[in-house]
């Protein structure tokens, strides 16, 4: 027993050294849920649980997406375990959101990619959210004003502009995400684009970009040449045509 002890530990130690060495990214998704399992199991050997839980769940990720019900049901996790497994998608979102908030003022599409990105990690149904900046580019009011299925969402016209006015914003940037990874634009979202457009100018507030993102990457209708332009002196929108390339981060 004494001697299993032994090998045990030494084993812990030549990962800790192999990712002070080369990193976390050096290790294989079981190796990597067997390291996490370290810091709620001090003393047991943590290689059997990690291979159980990838095999019930598939995947790193799957692993992080399970309830912690489902994870409790595997032999050798306990509540504790439980939690920190489940909270982990939720404590990356928090840091990305939390740096993010260091780069508070916004003044190009990159930018703002790069900040949407944030506010969308780890999500998996489409959500919608609306972000005001002031004339220097200053995030103000951020709100979630729509959510749908894993594949759809609507753009609530009226909604948007609702909250835009309670913003008390004279620009505001769209966004929603595509958790399907396919980051380009839909038929259906350049047409509720328009009609945004159009809503917001009857108040007299500018849509300054809509943003789509997905976990890797994001699209810019402003930088794609894609969005509507709302003609004071004729009252019509005028539309841009152009393929969106994308951007990945």
Excluded at 100 to 122: D, P, V, W
Excluded at 146 to 151: K, R, T, V
């Amino acid at each position: 027993m004494a001697e299993k002890k032994q090998i045990h530990s030494g084993h812990r130690q030549r990962m800790h050294d192999r990712v002070r060495d080369y990193g976390f990214d050096s290790l294989a998704e079981h190796e990597a849920l067997e390291y996490l399992l370290y810091f709620t199991n001090a003393r047991k050997n943590t290689n059997p649980i990690a291979h159980a839980l990838i095999e019930r769940f598939g995947s790193f990720a799957g692993v992080l997406e399970a309830s912690e019900e489902e994870l409790c049901a595997v032999e050798g996790v306990g509540p504790a375990t439980a939690r920190l497994i489940h909270l982990l998608p939720s404590f990356s979102r928090y840091y990305r959101r939390s740096c993010a908030k260091e780069r508070r003022r916004l003044t190009t599409s990159e930018q703002i990619g790069e900040y949407l990105m944030a506010q969308f990690h780890g999500k998996r149904q489409e959500e919608v959210l609306l972000v005001a900046l002031d004339d220097q580019g200053r995030i103000g009011r951020t709100a979630w004003v729509g959510s749908g299925g894993a594949d759809r969402v609507g753009l609530p016209v009226k909604k948007v502009v609702a909250e835009a006015v309670r913003m008390g914003a004279s620009g505001v940037v769209l966004s929603h995400n595509h958790p399907g990874g396919n980051v380009l634009p839909s038929r259906e979202d350049l047409a509720a684009t328009e009609e945004i457009v159009r809503g917001l100018a009857m108040v007299e507030i500018q849509l300054l970009d809509h943003v789509i993102v997905t976990e890797t990457e994001y699209c810019s209708l402003r930088q794609e040449n894609r969005m509507p332009l709302y003609d004071v002196h004729s009252g019509q929108v005028l539309l841009a045509s152009r393929s969106p390339r994308r951007t990945q981060k």
